[in-house]
């Protein structure tokens, strides 16, 4: 919990102003500034520093001098070393930091922490669609699957013909998307890593929101073939044209193939296949399902020192309400929690599952490396403008989306979620390809917190979206769900803001409430993470 230290105070020759400062430990010797436009220089700090310095918004001030090589300390961490003398009431900034080395991944506690288990959660429902393989979905869309980039532009003419002419006529549908993305040819198909853009892709199509329908437009010469793509027995189509018990065929429209005879041919082949997926999915109703039945994905962007204070400690106690309830949730984003491995291991409930996240990092490690970089190039302008010093501060604040429960499941890139409770799901922190793997693992429901701002979305699942600052959910009030800036203003604590996100997940969940982002049709692109070569 953050501990508020209050204060009024009075500028030299200015106008009195009550400042807040937000400490997260007692044992911090730095606190951030959570007054709107920040402090000027003069604020008294009564029992603290005058501020030598003006403070922006969610910035840091030194509470106590700090000596040259000393740890600067939030979180209760050392999130940096004094590069100078430090005195009190100074700005403390990413230019007098010296980063801490990353934890080696040798000795790490493993399955060493054993809380109480959390009391059950019982009760709590929501309106979904039932899957013929048992998953539920939070919306019923129709998604067309591509096997290169070379064909998104027909899909794209084909589908917006499918939107204008066909799906007025399914009430029950909610949505037409095309699956595009930049992969299946000109790269080394049968490299190692080549495994996790396919398999990516693979899961992506067999998303729970899209009801089993499975439809592929390929080229035809591509390396990355509808049959590699999804072979036999990777999908389970509920087809009245195929046997009960047989082999799904794979419902495909290859453009090379000799019966088109120009553009329009094309497109009337993918609008005709993409009729019988339309009236399947428009038979099909909401049921009452329990909450457990929901797979969340968590995930935070354009983040600031708000992040990790307001909305991700929100997001932490849904995701313990979640864990309650029998729910599925992941957390992700290797780099902005690799600073807190040996948090993560201590809560395995295994010392497998602690094994799986070490060899996870270490790949990623090695991934890093091998381009030259390495974890603190994860850190924004943006991020550091929000008050964010380097990927330490940023890290402690981001793991807190994670919660309390133990980690019981670890999932490699692109792999598929088959496990309830709480997951570490290994994906880069870029936003677009972070929310592309969370899809394919089987996610139905989206949060996503940002203290900077960012108009983010996904057209295969909500996305909520939890501001950390009063002031950008007031600004972009047609664009945040939730405002958890409540929490830094003294209005709402962390657990009210938490049961308010549940409770609208459900809401959401249940199509009850539409978010932000598909009110504006806010979709951004599906990134497919490819670590193999390009020929």
Excluded at 63 to 91: C, N
Excluded at 204 to 222: D, R, T
Excluded at 422 to 450: E, K, R, W
Aim: glycine share 10%; with cysteine; charged share 20%.
């Amino acid at each position: 919990m953050p501990d508020p230290v209050t204060a009024s105070g009075a500028p030299t020759g200015g106008t009195a102003v009550s400042p807040l400062l937000i400490r997260m430990q007692a044992s911090d010797n730095v606190a951030i500034v959570a007054n709107d436009g920040g402090l000027p220089p003069g604020t008294a700090i009564p029992g603290g520093p005058v501020l030598l310095d003006r403070i922006p918004q969610g910035h840091k001030v030194a509470l106590v001098a700090i000596a040259a090589g000393a740890p600067v300390l939030r979180y209760g961490i050392p999130i940096g070393h004094a590069l100078k003398d430090i005195p009190a009431g100074t700005w403390v900034h990413e230019r007098l930091l010296q980063m801490p080395d990353a934890r080696g991944l040798d000795g790490l506690p493993k399955a060493t922490v054993q809380p109480a288990p959390l009391p059950p959660l019982e009760g709590y429902t929501f309106e979904g669609y039932r899957n013929a393989d048992g998953s539920v979905g939070t919306r019923n869309i129709l998604a067309i699957t591509q096997t290169v980039q070379c064909v998104a532009g027909i899909t794209d003419f084909a589908v917006r013909r499918i939107k204008a002419e066909l799906l007025p006529r399914y009430p029950h549908v909610d949505d037409v998307v095309s699956l595009e993305h930049g992969y299946g040819c000109g790269v080394a198909i049968d490299a190692p890593d080549a495994v996790v853009p396919i398999r990516t892709l693979r899961h992506i199509s067999l998303n729970p929101n899209f009801g089993g329908e499975v439809m592929v437009v390929s080229l035809g010469c591509e390396k990355l073939q509808p049959q590699r793509l999804l072979p036999p027995g990777s999908v389970a189509i509920a087809d009245e044209r195929q046997p009960a018990g047989a082999d799904a065929v794979l419902d495909v429209v290859c453009l090379q193939d000799d019966a088109h005879v120009g553009f329009l041919s094309m497109v009337e082949s993918i609008v005709r296949q993409a009729e019988g997926h339309l009236r399947r999915l428009n038979a099909r109703r909401r049921e009452t399902v329990p909450a457990s039945e929901l797979v969340v994905g968590v995930q935070c962007g354009g983040s600031d020192a708000f992040s990790g204070v307001t909305a991700n400690p929100a997001v932490g106690f849904c995701t313990d309400l979640l864990v309650r309830a029998g729910a599925s949730v992941m957390f992700s984003e290797t780099t902005e929690v690799r600073d807190g491995i040996a948090q993560l291991t201590s809560r395995a409930t295994t010392p497998d599952v602690a094994d799986a996240m070490i060899r996870e990092m270490a790949w990623y490690d090695a991934y890093l490396g091998r381009g030259g970089a390495d974890r603190s190039a994860n850190t924004t302008p943006g991020n550091k403008r929000g008050g964010l010093s380097n990927i330490v501060e940023k890290a402690m604040g981001s793991i807190v989306k994670s919660g309390t429960a133990p980690i019981s499941n670890v999932l490699a890139p692109g792999e598929k979620l088959r496990a309830k409770g709480l997951t570490y799901a290994a994906t880069p922190a870029s936003d677009f390809i972070c929310g592309t793997l969370q899809l394919a693992a089987g996610m139905n429901l989206h949060v996503f917190t940002t203290g900077r701002g960012t108009p983010y979305g996904l057209a295969a699942v909500p996305v909520i979206k939890v501001a950390t600052r009063t002031e950008l959910a007031r600004r972009w009030h047609d664009l945040m769900d939730v405002n958890a800036g409540t929490i830094a203003d003294g209005t709402a604590t962390i657990e009210d803001v938490g049961w308010e996100l549940f409770h609208l997940m459900l809401d959401v969940a249940s199509g009850r409430r539409k978010t932000w982002a598909e009110h504006w049709k806010l979709h951004n692109a599906l990134v497919l993470f490819n670590p193999a070569p390009v020929t």
